[in-house]
C-alpha cells in the first residue's frame, strides 16, 4: 500500500499564489507516475497536473497551463503543485494521487492510490 499525505490548502484571494505538498510512504517502489485532482462542489474530479516519477516529463490541461507548475523532491518521496495567478474557479478539493502506470493518465481510474484532499478557496 502507498499512503500520500497533502498539504498547503487554504484561504488566498484572486492573484494569489499557493503551494501544495504531498508526502508518499509505504510501498512507493513501482509508481510510475504522481498526480494532482481537483474537485468543486456538484462537479467531477478533474485532471490537474501530473509528473512522471523516474524521468520528472510533466503534463497539464490547458485550463491550468502557464499557471500551475508539478514538481517532485525524488528524495523525498514528494510532489509539488505550485499554483500562481488563482482565480475563484480554482476553488477546489485538491488531490494528490499515483499510479502504477508511466503514461500519462488524465482519468481518475489511471490512478492507484489518494491522499485525503485539501480545501483552496480563491476569494474574488
Known amino acids: 500500500q502507498v499512503q500520500l499525505v497533502e498539504s498547503g490548502g487554504g484561504l488566498v484571494q484572486a492573484g494569489d499564489s499557493l503551494r501544495l505538498s504531498c508526502a508518499a510512504s509505504g510501498r512507493t517502489f513501482g509508481i510510475g507516475t504522481r498526480g494532482w485532482f481537483r474537485q468543486a462542489p456538484g462537479k467531477e474530479r478533474e485532471f490537474v497536473a501530473a509528473i512522471r516519477w523516474s524521468g520528472g516529463t510533466t503534463y497539464y490541461p490547458d485550463s491550468v497551463k502557464g499557471r500551475f507548475t508539478i514538481s517532485r523532491d525524488f528524495a523525498k518521496n514528494t510532489v509539488f503543485l505550485q499554483m500562481n495567478s488563482l482565480k475563484p474557479e480554482d476553488t477546489a478539493v485538491y488531490y494528490c494521487?499515483?499510479?502504477?502506470?508511466?503514461?500519462?493518465?488524465?482519468?481518475?481510474?489511471?490512478?492507484?492510490?489518494w491522499g485525503q484532499g485539501t480545501q483552496v478557496t480563491v476569494s474574488s
Open positions: 494521487a499515483a499510479s502504477r502506470l508511466v503514461p500519462f493518465q488524465t482519468s481518475p481510474d489511471g490512478y492507484d492510490y
